[in-house]
């Protein structure tokens, strides 16, 4: 019986890390695109303003998707690293260090969306700028929160090298899973990055390089690990 449990216990670990993984995709969708796509008209600050307004709590299942999202991911780090230790300590340590730098980053990015919502409030003391001058600070706040996401994403990108790298050693998980992992990491940093240094070329890159986020999730939660390896 207890060489049972031990068989399956990295097999359970497996799944459980794919899916709390996967249950990104429930707040991280949401709250990083949709959200913000619809409420955000780009370069509007009245229109952006009046359908926050008009959807006031749309724009706060946002926020909170974010937060649960942020919460969702120490989670997932750390199911991950009790899963892939036994084959290099010091690189899932670098793991969980490099996604823990992302979570407060991208959490207090938020706090400029609250600052969105208080502009908007009609509070008394907000009386003394004009309705111009707070569509406009309005305005500013949502430009850095997607200012602080980008640098969120750096440690979103840098993350998945550790991760991938123990995938591709593993012998428990197949390959081809790491060196797409690896492709994620350059993703998410060569689109941060070039945001920050050619702020009027647009580069979107990510959709294409991140297959591996979810191809991994999904191999851990159906096929699991090879339990003998």
């Known amino acids: ?27 991280a969708p949401f709250a990083l695109l949709y ?3 619809t409420l955000i008209v780009r370069g509007d600050a009245a229109a952006t303003a009046s359908n926050i307004m008009a959807s006031e709590s749309l724009f706060r299942l946002g926020i909170v998707g974010s937060l649960l999202a942020a919460i969702v991911n120490i989670f997932v780090v750390l ?10 300590k010091n690189m899932a340590s670098l793991m969980v260090i490099f996604l823990l730098l992302a979570v407060p980053i991208g959490m207090l990015t938020e706090l400029n969306e609250l600052a969105v919502l208080l502009l908007l409030s009609g509070a008394d003391y907000l009386k003394v700028f004009t309705s111009e001058q707070l569509y406009a600070l309005m305005y500013l706040f949502l430009r850095l929160s997607s200012q602080g996401l980008l640098i969120a994403q750096i440690f979103w990108g840098l993350w998945l090298f550790p991760m ?3 995938v591709f050693k593993s012998g428990f998980i197949p390959r081809i899973l790491g ?6 990491c350059f993703g998410y940093l060569i689109e941060s990055f070039a945001a920050f240094l050619l702020p ?9 390089t991140s297959w591996g986020e979810l191809l991994f999730p999904l191999w851990l939660l159906i096929k699991g690990v090879n339990v003998e390896q």
């Open 1 to 27: 019986m207890t060489t049972r449990t031990a068989e399956m216990s990295p097999l359970v670990r497996a799944r459980v890390a794919g899916f709390l993984y996967l249950s990104l995709g429930l707040f």
């Open 35 to 37: 959200v913000p796509g």
């Open 79 to 88: 199911a991950l690293y009790q899963l892939l230790k036994p084959v290099n």
């Open 164 to 166: 991938g790298y123990l």
């Open 179 to 184: 060196v797409l992992l690896i492709i994620g």
């Open 200 to 208: 009027s070329f647009k580069v979107n890159i990510i959709f294409y």
